[in-house]
């Protein structure tokens, strides 16, 4: 028996593993509904991030903090906090609900039903912190509510009360309560006791309702299940429909009048479909890492999928003395280029830095100029810049380049001159074609593109044209503006051209019509796009890329910083490029945020062995980690594993002394995870 497992190799990132691990059915974004991070509020509203993730939904769903002040000068509300570098206060990403005391009334509130029917599957995911001063609420009759649906009724609860329950050795137990309301008029709970002093830490919550024995004829009414931890700790089989419900309360019960969470809540999700166990433990194990849900489901998007170029311009894979920045898309899961080469980077203009290996145009001074990593390509407005020789990109099939830049205008967006500086250009010495060119340019006073309109620069300032440009093989020439105001242009922006072929290709006569479309994206908002319907036309022929000047590299200098560059042969989503402007901003890069894939292997000592396999660098060694859950990888990786091409392969046995990795663990039953790690 062979089971052969596709994984993407992750690279080290600033000293941190990343694994591979084996192949789940589904992506935790399949059928996310409702995500409150609790991440900077904006007025005091939370909103619903499942819609950055594609979800439609209802258009209401959003967390309303209540008991909710401005603090001085800020449009941040409490019930919140933003103390990201204390882990007791903020579970992951920059902020929580934090509810701060038992009679304050602090508590967040959806309007809409992020969970459509709560009749079919669903799952709910919250990490909850208490504040019970140690005494985990013990012998105090207290109710403090982590999460209640909304209304009169309560088909979806839980909570934690005091008891005066003690366990054999006189400790303290505090209940766990998960509670349900039913159309037959019981209110059915599960009770599972933590001690006392074990209550006032972080714990991850997962609810979900199995619906698949549901059966009006037989009484069969699914069941309900509770997990603490990554484990399952309780089931209640109900009895009944449940009754509707009005929206979820976070920090009270339905009525929203009593019963106030005191200590912190963060990270919910909820999903209608049942999520894996091997979905359950991951949530569990990126809160411990004090990982967000929005970064696992943005782990899972499929950004290697036809990912032809990736420079990064950091650490040991930018430049070295060679002054070469090596393209990294296969090291990372991507493809090989259109072009038969590997398309890496040469510098010029640029000398050596005192005392380091990087070349200038290079900057290691991360703070200011990079974004995310430790270095980005500096650009100095006079004869820096950078050449990608020959073509990563076939112009006949729907492309999209992203970048990020941060241009050095002095504040004035080359308002009112002549300026014109390229981030990125197609390459050509006769100065002739430019089938995909992005820049920024001066222009006069005049009213600001959207979406900065509806951020309240409603009449005419100083601007700066950030431009898309491209041309086809008949000569057309599309472009597309931007203005922003110039008091924004000296930020990073995230800069993203897509070429897409709307209903078709060309055929192999060349006498297919189809539609050409550029889509032009800043900062995750589309902001605007130009359509072309013709016969026989394509993109111009690719000469290969400049970073930081125009096709010609002899002017129209960037000055600014340049990072994250790269390039695919398919356009990519909507979800995708949001997700890669909240990445880079968070100091996300598109190499660390590779695709992780999980799969498990069920042991068959009768088999003789496995076959795992995984994309790959040719000549590159590799280390293999074995586990028997998704939570726990202490054991150590066994290195020396060397690639012979770009997809490598090694067996995975139970037999000693046997070719590959040897696994004793594959005779003991029960399920074994793999990852895989690049060493060097």
């Given at each position: 028996?062979?089971?052969?497992?596709?994984?993407?190799?992750?690279?080290?990132?600033?000293?941190?593993?990343?694994?591979?691990?084996?192949?789940?059915?589904?992506?935790?974004?399949?059928?996310?509904?409702?995500?409150?991070?609790?991440?900077?509020?904006?007025?005091?509203?939370?909103?619903?991030?499942?819609?950055?993730?594609?979800?439609?939904?209802?258009?209401?769903?959003?967390?309303?903090?209540?008991?909710?002040?401005?603090?001085?000068?800020?449009?941040?509300?409490?019930?919140?906090?933003?103390?990201?570098?204390?882990?007791?206060?903020?579970?992951?990403?920059?902020?929580?609900?934090?509810?701060?005391?038992?009679?304050?009334?602090?508590?967040?509130?959806?309007?809409?039903?992020?969970?459509?029917?709560?009749?079919?599957?669903?799952?709910?995911?919250?990490?909850?912190?208490?504040?019970?001063?140690?005494?985990?609420?013990?012998?105090?009759?207290?109710?403090?509510?982590?999460?209640?649906?909304?209304?009169?009724?309560?088909?979806?609860?839980?909570?934690?009360?005091?008891?005066?329950?003690?366990?054999?050795?006189?400790?303290?137990?505090?209940?766990?309560?998960?509670?349900?309301?039913?159309?037959?008029?019981?209110?059915?709970?599960?009770?599972?006791?933590?001690?006392?002093?074990?209550?006032?830490?972080?714990?991850?919550?997962?609810?979900?309702?199995?619906?698949?024995?549901?059966?009006?004829?037989?009484?069969e009414f699914g069941m309900m299940n509770g997990y603490i931890d990554g484990q399952l700790v309780c089931q209640l089989a109900p009895t009944d429909l449940f009754v509707l419900y009005g929206g979820f309360n976070f920090g009270t019960y339905r009525s929203a009048n009593g019963r106030w969470w005191n200590g912190q809540i963060d990270e919910a999700a909820m999903w209608e479909r049942l999520l894996t166990t091997n979905e359950i433990a991951a949530l569990y194990q990126a809160g411990t890492n004090e990982e967000t849900v929005g970064s696992l489901v943005n782990s899972e998007t499929s950004l290697t999928n036809e990912l032809v170029?990736?420079?990064?311009?950091?650490?040991?894979?930018?430049?070295?003395?060679?002054?070469?920045?090596?393209?990294?898309?296969?090291?990372?899961?991507?493809?090989?280029?259109?072009?038969?080469?590997?398309?890496?980077?040469?510098?010029?203009?640029?000398?050596?830095?005192?005392?380091?290996?990087?070349?200038?145009?290079?900057?290691?001074?991360?703070?200011?100029?990079?974004?995310?990593?430790?270095?980005?390509?500096?650009?100095?407005?006079?004869?820096?810049?950078?050449?990608?020789?020959?073509?990563?990109?076939?112009?006949?099939?729907?492309?999209?380049?992203?970048?990020?830049?941060?241009?050095?205008?002095?504040?004035?967006?080359?308002?009112?001159?002549?300026?014109?500086?390229?981030?990125?250009?197609?390459?050509?010495?006769?100065?002739?074609?430019?089938?995909?060119?992005?820049?920024?340019?001066?222009?006069?006073?005049?009213?600001?593109?959207?979406?900065?309109?509806?951020?309240?620069?409603?009449?005419?300032?100083?601007?700066?044209?950030?431009?898309?440009?491209?041309?086809?093989?008949?000569?057309?020439?599309?472009?597309?503006?931007?203005?922003?105001?110039?008091?924004?242009?000296?930020?990073?922006?995230?800069?993203?051209?897509?070429?897409?072929?709307?209903?078709?290709?060309?055929?192999?006569?060349?006498?297919?019509?189809?539609?050409?479309?550029?889509?032009?994206?800043?900062?995750?908002?589309?902001?605007?796009?130009?359509?072309?319907?013709?016969?026989?036309?394509?993109?111009?022929?690719?000469?290969?890329?400049?970073?930081?000047?125009?096709?010609?590299?002899?002017?129209?200098?960037?000055?600014?910083?340049?990072?994250?560059?790269?390039?695919?042969?398919?356009?990519?989503?909507?979800?995708?490029?949001?997700?890669?402007?909240?990445?880079?901003?968070?100091?996300?890069?598109?190499?660390?945020?590779?695709?992780?894939?999980?799969?498990?292997?069920?042991?068959?000592?009768?088999?003789?062995?496995?076959?795992?396999?995984?994309?790959?660098?040719?000549?590159?060694?590799?280390?293999?980690?074995?586990?028997?859950?998704?939570?726990?990888?202490?054991?150590?990786?066994?290195?020396?594993?060397?690639?012979?091409?770009?997809?490598?392969?090694?067996?995975?046995?139970?037999?000693?002394?046997?070719?590959?990795?040897?696994?004793?663990?594959?005779?003991?039953?029960?399920?074994?995870?793999?990852?895989?790690?690049?060493?060097?």
């Amino acid at each position: 028996m062979k089971l052969t497992a596709y994984l993407r190799s992750l690279l080290l990132a600033g000293g941190a593993l990343w694994g591979l691990t084996l192949n789940t059915p589904a992506a935790l974004l399949d059928n996310l509904t409702g995500y409150y991070s609790f991440s900077s509020p904006v007025n005091g509203v939370v909103p619903n991030s499942a819609r950055a993730f594609g979800y439609a939904g209802f258009t209401n769903d959003s967390a309303i903090l209540y008991t909710a002040t401005a603090l001085p000068g800020s449009v941040i509300f409490p019930p919140w906090t933003n103390n990201a570098t204390d882990p007791t206060v903020v579970r992951a990403g920059n902020g929580a609900l934090s509810c701060q005391a038992a009679s304050a009334g602090d508590y967040a509130q959806t309007t809409d039903l992020p969970l459509f029917s709560i009749q079919d599957d669903w799952t709910i995911s919250v990490w909850f912190k208490p504040n019970t001063a140690g005494t985990g609420l013990f012998n105090t009759g207290t109710r403090d509510f982590v999460i209640e649906t909304a209304g009169t009724t309560a088909p979806i609860s839980f909570g934690i009360r005091g008891t005066t329950l003690t366990d054999s050795n006189g400790v303290g137990q505090c209940d766990f309560q998960f509670y349900s309301m039913l159309v037959d008029g019981t209110s059915p709970s599960v009770d599972y006791y933590v001690p006392t002093n074990q209550v006032d830490q972080w714990h991850h919550l997962v609810i979900d309702y199995d619906a698949e024995d549901v059966s009006l004829v037989t009484n069969e009414f699914g069941m309900m299940n509770g997990y603490i931890d990554g484990q399952l700790v309780c089931q209640l089989a109900p009895t009944d429909l449940f009754v509707l419900y009005g929206g979820f309360n976070f920090g009270t019960y339905r009525s929203a009048n009593g019963r106030w969470w005191n200590g912190q809540i963060d990270e919910a999700a909820m999903w209608e479909r049942l999520l894996t166990t091997n979905e359950i433990a991951a949530l569990y194990q990126a809160g411990t890492n004090e990982e967000t849900v929005g970064s696992l489901v943005n782990s899972e998007t499929s950004l290697t999928n036809e990912l032809v170029a990736y420079w990064n311009f950091d650490g040991s894979y930018g430049p070295t003395n060679s002054w070469v920045v090596t393209n990294q898309a296969v090291a990372i899961g991507g493809i090989p280029t259109y072009d038969t080469g590997p398309a890496n980077l040469t510098l010029y203009g640029g000398e050596y830095g005192a005392g380091t290996l990087y070349t200038y145009p290079m900057s290691t001074n991360a703070a200011q100029v990079s974004v995310p990593g430790d270095a980005a390509l500096l650009g100095n407005g006079t004869n820096n810049y950078v050449h990608i020789l020959g073509n990563p990109l076939d112009p006949q099939k729907d492309l999209t380049v992203s970048a990020w830049f941060l241009p050095n205008t002095g504040g004035t967006g080359y308002a009112g001159t002549s300026t014109r500086a390229f981030v990125f250009e197609t390459s050509d010495p006769t100065a002739t074609y430019a089938p995909i060119s992005f820049g920024i340019r001066g222009t006069a006073v005049q009213n600001p593109s959207w979406p900065y309109v509806n951020a309240g620069y409603t009449n005419p300032v100083p601007t700066c044209d950030f431009q898309w440009y491209g041309m086809f093989n008949d000569s057309t020439k599309p472009y597309a503006d931007t203005w922003v105001p110039a008091t924004l242009s000296d930020q990073w922006h995230h800069v993203v051209q897509i070429y897409h072929c709307v209903s078709g290709g060309l055929t192999g006569s060349n006498s297919a019509p189809y539609t050409n479309e550029m889509q032009c994206w800043l900062d995750g908002v589309n902001t605007t796009n130009q359509y072309y319907t013709k016969t026989n036309v394509s993109l111009s022929l690719i000469q290969g890329f400049n970073l930081g000047t125009y096709r010609a590299a002899s002017a129209r200098w960037f000055n600014g910083s340049i990072d994250e560059v790269a390039m695919w042969q398919r356009a990519l989503s909507s979800n995708e490029i949001v997700a890669l402007y909240t990445n880079g901003l968070a100091g996300y890069s598109v190499l660390s945020y590779a695709p992780p894939q999980i799969l498990s292997l069920t042991p068959d000592p009768t088999a003789g062995g496995y076959s795992l396999s995984w994309q790959g660098l040719s000549g590159h060694q590799y280390g293999v980690q074995v586990s028997t859950n998704l939570i726990n990888w202490s054991a150590p990786i066994v290195t020396g594993f060397t690639a012979s091409s770009a997809k490598p392969a090694i067996t995975i046995s139970a037999t000693p002394g046997s070719t590959g990795f040897y696994d004793p663990g594959l005779t003991n039953g029960g399920p074994r995870f793999y990852r895989v790690v690049l060493q060097q």
